[in-house]
């Protein structure tokens, strides 16, 4: 079983940075693609970021590119989306997602495994 817990939201002004972490335990982390999703009230859970098991390869939504970033530290567990000048449509509750496979992917079905989320809240 694959454990994964999120942190590092919290309520930020609009321009401000955030940086989110997803700690992951119970298997070999490096087996595994990552992503960030994120939903806001009311809507869909969307694609953020994904990311390969060795960090080479990256995907970002168009509503994001430029301003966060995706990485992952295999040596420690982790996987981390840098988050720079933060909008209100930011806000949203962060998830973190991990995929039986090697390869990313932008798809949300494909992902095995999730985190509780963290909350991200950007005021204007």
């Known amino acids: 079983q694959v454990q994964l817990v999120e942190s590092g939201g919290g309520l930020v002004q609009a321009g401000d940075s955030l940086r989110l972490s997803c700690a992951v335990s119970?298997?070999?982390?490096?087996?595994?693609?990552m992503a960030w999703f994120r939903q806001a009230p009311g809507k869909e859970r969307d694609f953020v970021a994904t990311?390969?098991?060795?960090?080479?390869?990256?995907r970002h939504a168009n509503s994001v590119r430029g301003r966060f970033t995706i990485s992952r530290d295999n040596a420690k567990n982790t996987l981390y989306l840098r988050m720079n000048n933060l909008k209100p449509e930011d806000t949203a509750v962060y998830y973190c997602?991990?995929?039986?496979?090697?390869?990313?992917?932008?798809?949300?079905?494909?992902?095995?495994?999730w985190g509780q989320g963290t909350q991200v809240t950007v005021s204007s």
């Open positions: 990311i390969g098991w060795n960090g080479i390869e990256t």
């Open positions: 997602a991990a995929r039986v496979s090697r390869a990313a992917s932008v798809n949300r079905d494909e992902y095995d495994y």
């Open positions: 119970g298997r070999t982390f490096n087996n595994y693609a």
